[in-house]
């Protein structure tokens, strides 16, 4: 147990679907990450907020669209998917703003993920 | 961020001593070693970090030699549970990191 909570744990979805991705810290970090790992492939960092401002997003596709609407919930809105996003997508969080130069420590905390089949 | 190198698999026998090295020929001076632990199916998992030298915790050591172009995580006695992905990354403690392929570790009875 980490601290950061996701929800739901599993997620089939069709195409034409539109879901949400829920992540809750519980550890007072002020960053949140959202990353995509596929099979076989290294994590990919997908956004990063720090203070509940979107700090980072690395050339994401527009059917993913991150909300943060306080520095403990992160939240990753789903729609019009297609099948190569299937995923385990992970939430993390870290005590520091996120922003380089602060010199806070970004030790990162992981959530158990959602794994996400899209048909 | 430097680029880091690992191995990108190893088997080891339950009860050895499991020594992974990671290579980062351009790390920079304020750069900190880190290395993460996955189980699969789960989310990262913190291990250990280090700047110089040697640090020890209950899971592991880190060792890293002057010049810090490499770094050795070592895993004492290990078990079929230790069976996971070990990531190394290298960067300033405060950047958000990125995760390499990582070095999937089997540990066989």
């Known amino acids: 147990e980490t601290g950061v909570t996701q929800t739901p744990r599993h997620l089939v979805m069709g195409m034409t679907n539109k879901k949400s991705l829920k992540c809750e810290q519980h550890l007072g970090h002020n960053a949140m990450y959202w990353y995509k790992q596929s099979a076989k492939k290294p994590l990919e960092l997908m956004f990063v907020y720090s203070l509940e401002e979107r700090v980072e997003n690395n050339s994401v596709p527009s059917r993913f669209s991150p909300e943060c609407p306080n520095s403990s919930h992160l939240f990753l809105h789903l729609h019009t998917l297609q099948p190569e996003d299937s995923a385990l997508y992970l939430c993390?969080?870290?005590?520091?703003?996120?922003?380089?130069?602060?010199?806070?420590?970004?030790?990162?905390?992981f959530g158990p993920g959602t794994r996400l089949l899209v048909l | 961020l430097a680029k880091t190198t690992q191995p990108i698999s190893m088997d080891s026998y339950e009860g050895q001593e499991v020594n992974i090295t990671c290579s980062h020929n351009?790390?920079?001076?304020?750069?900190?070693i880190t290395w993460y632990q996955q189980f699969p199916s789960q989310g990262p998992r913190f291990i250990i970090q280090g700047y110089k030298t040697k640090v020890t915790n209950e899971v592991a050591s880190l060792f890293i030699p002057a010049d810090r172009k490499s770094s050795t995580l070592s895993l004492p006695r290990v078990s079929l549970s230790d069976t996971a992905v070990y990531y190394c990354?290298?960067?300033?403690?405060?950047?958000?990191?990125?995760f390499g392929k990582g070095t999937r570790l089997s540990v066989i009875a």
């Open positions: 351009n790390i920079a001076t304020n750069d900190y």
């Open positions: 990354l290298v960067g300033p403690v405060d950047t958000p990191l990125v």
């Open positions: 993390a969080s870290s005590p520091g703003g996120g922003l380089p130069g602060q010199g806070a420590e970004e030790t990162q905390y």
